[in-house]
């Protein structure tokens, strides 16, 4: 089972949304593709698989649910086909309707473009943005007249919020994370968009993600479509162009814009070390290396991090060192993207334990960037890069 991996909406060697890229001969069962983006540990992955028709069957599943769209992640997608089958325009079959992503290859890079799903937004129900308020701890002086409380829809349902300064965007997260959910549940949420005006035309963005098991998504396509259909619903003056920052306060910078952000791959000559010790005090099977979901979604969240910071530190490489007889372990790590490369004797100098070897696995690191274009009558335009 070969996972990619790509980050999009990056505006240089760090930062990024990452997401994980299934293709198969036939989608897997749900359960066992929650599974999977559970072991990932990235805000959703997406899974494919082409149809007699020649339409790819596509659903994305973020660590605790499924989600109906995900603007980054079918970027991503976008790539790996381009780079797996051809450069061309795919159509995909969604679980709530048809769109399109086209990916060509320029210069090492690919390239990969959308079409969002038609958007539609209406003014949101008085006790639902009162129940959000609450839940980020603000008030009547937080909000911005100009952007009233919305549902917006772009494939994915939203909230948006607007916040009258970069301050109150800044404050609302972190917040009570069950309480999230549990508001998203009810209201049937995709995200909680947390937007403030910076400029005529431009914006910065939180995006509230507790119903996928994270506090906050840092960048989002599916719900800066809706929140650009939202501003056109408006009759914000656009004109047909605008950028939206996101994760500047995870200090991971995403930007939607009119400029496309391209990344060639960067390689480091030093060799550094970014560690951490993941114990698991029970509930793994040495037979079959079962681990219970809650712990491989632990591990896998872990993962994403030390990616991250590899990233962001410019290194081209992750490596662990895995006990030869914890095949368990082994096979997670294989299921992230990490390989065999070598193995040395266990020195146990009176140690008592069963492994003989130490095996060194690594994983090559990419990245890939993205940005909103254009915002058509009734949809929204992604395209932006990607390397690996």
């Known amino acids: 089972m070969n996972i990619l991996r790509y980050a999009a909406f990056t505006d240089g060697p760090s930062g990024g949304n990452p997401a994980g890229?299934?293709?198969?001969?036939?989608?897997?069962?749900?359960d066992e593709m929650q599974?999977?983006?559970?072991?990932?540990?990235?805000?959703?992955?997406?899974?494919?698989?082409?149809?007699?028709?020649?339409?790819?069957?596509?659903?994305?599943?973020?660590p605790d649910a499924e989600v109906p769209f995900c603007g980054h992640a079918t970027l991503a997608l976008g790539a790996a086909l381009a780079e797996t089958v051809a450069p061309a325009s795919y159509n995909l079959r969604l679980n709530q309707g048809e769109i399109t992503v086209e990916a060509r290859v320029s210069n090492g890079l690919?390239?990969?473009?959308?079409?969002?799903?038609?958007?539609?937004?209406?003014?949101?129900?008085?006790?639902?943005?009162?129940?959000?308020?609450?839940?980020?701890?603000?008030?009547?002086?937080n909000m911005d007249a100009r952007i009233p409380p919305a549902i917006a829809c772009a494939g994915a349902t939203h909230l948006i919020l607007g916040l009258a300064s970069r301050n109150a965007l800044s404050r609302a997260i972190p917040y009570d994370l069950e309480r999230g959910r549990a508001l998203m549940e009810k209201w049937g949420l995709g995200?909680?968009?947390?937007?403030?005006?910076?400029a005529e035309r431009a914006f910065a963005v939180r995006n509230a993600f507790a119903l996928g098991g994270v506090s906050e998504?840092?960048?989002?396509?599916?719900?800066?479509?809706?929140l650009a259909g939202y501003l056109r619903d408006l009759g914000w003056p656009h004109g047909n162009q605008i950028e939206i920052a996101q994760g500047d306060d995870m200090h991971r910078a995403h930007h939607c814009g009119p400029n496309a952000l391209t990344l060639p791959?960067?390689?480091n000559s030093h060799h550094r070390e970014i560690g951490f010790l993941v114990w698991l005090r029970s509930g793994c099977d040495p037979k079959c290396g079962a681990t219970p979901p809650k712990a491989r979604r632990k591990v896998g969240r872990l993962l994403r991090l030390a990616e991250e910071i590899a990233i962001s530190e410019g290194l081209g490489h992750l490596s662990v060192i895995v006990a030869s007889d914890n095949a368990?372990?082994?096979?997670?790590?294989?299921?992230?993207?990490?390989?065999?490369?070598?193995?040395?004797?266990?020195?146990?100098?009176?140690?008592?334990?069963?492994?003989?070897?130490?095996?060194?696995?690594?994983?090559?690191?990419?990245?890939?960037?993205?940005?909103?274009?254009?915002?058509?009558?009734?949809?929204?335009?992604?395209?932006?890069?990607?390397?690996?």
């Open 217 to 226: 998504d840092p960048a989002t396509g599916a719900a800066a479509a809706a």
């Open 328 to 388: 368990g372990a082994r096979r997670l790590y294989e299921r992230h993207g990490f390989k065999q490369v070598e193995r040395k004797a266990c020195v146990k100098d009176g140690w008592d334990t069963a492994t003989d070897q130490w095996l060194l696995l690594m994983k090559p690191l990419s990245r890939a960037g993205a940005r909103t274009g254009d915002v058509p009558a009734q949809d929204v335009a992604f395209g932006g890069g990607a390397s690996r």
């Open 265 to 267: 791959l960067r390689h």
């Open 35 to 62: 599974c999977i983006a559970a072991e990932i540990g990235y805000s959703e992955t997406v899974f494919a698989a082409r149809e007699a028709d020649g339409y790819w069957r596509t659903r994305y599943f973020a």
């Open 191 to 198: 995200t909680i968009c947390l937007v403030t005006a910076t």
């Open 21 to 30: 890229v299934l293709l198969a001969d036939a989608l897997l069962q749900a």
């Open 110 to 141: 690919v390239r990969a473009a959308l079409q969002s799903p038609k958007t539609t937004s209406r003014p949101a129900d008085e006790t639902c943005v009162q129940e959000a308020q609450e839940l980020f701890a603000l008030n009547a002086s």
